[in-house]
Structure formats: C-alpha cells, structure tokens
C-alpha cells in the first residue's frame, strides 16, 4: 500500500507543478507618449511558452510512469 500511496503523490504534485506553471502569468506594458500612439502590453506564461511546453511534457511522461505504478501496485495487492 505504500507504494500505491508514493505514486500517487508523485502523480498529483506534478500535476500541480504543471498547473502552476501554466497559470503564473507576466504581463508587460509599454506606454507610449502622450499624442505618440498607444500603449501596448503583452502576458504569457512566466517561463516562456518553450519553457511551458518542456515542463508540460516532463509532466505528462511522469504522470503517465506514475500512473503505470499505481496500475502495477494495485494490482500487487492480495485479494
């Protein structure tokens, strides 16, 4: 049971890691002079949307070999 349990805490902290990645956002603006245009401003991920992606995918693959452990250990258990 404890492996059951370790899995599943690898699997629901990345899932989390992920998640806050994903939404710690940056936002920057750049004001214009008056008379001069507009001002204009930009948000994304605080990692870059590269950075995004590689953390997403790391995630994804330890999610999916937490998964198969937790499959392995539940089958593992005595019935």
């Known amino acids: 049971m404890n492996r059951l349990a370790a899995w599943t805490a690898v699997a629901i902290t990345s899932t989390l890691i992920v998640v806050f990645f994903a939404m710690y956002q940056v936002s920057i603006c750049a004001d ?3 008379g001069h245009g507009e001002s204009v401003c930009t948000s994304g991920p605080a990692i870059g949307v590269p950075g995004l992606w590689v953390v997403s995918i790391i995630g ?3 999610v999916a070999v937490a998964v198969w452990q937790i499959v392995r250990a539940w ?3 005595p019935r």
């Open 60 to 62: 994804a693959v330890v």
């Open 32 to 34: 214009a002079a008056p």
């Open 75 to 77: 089958r593992a258990l």
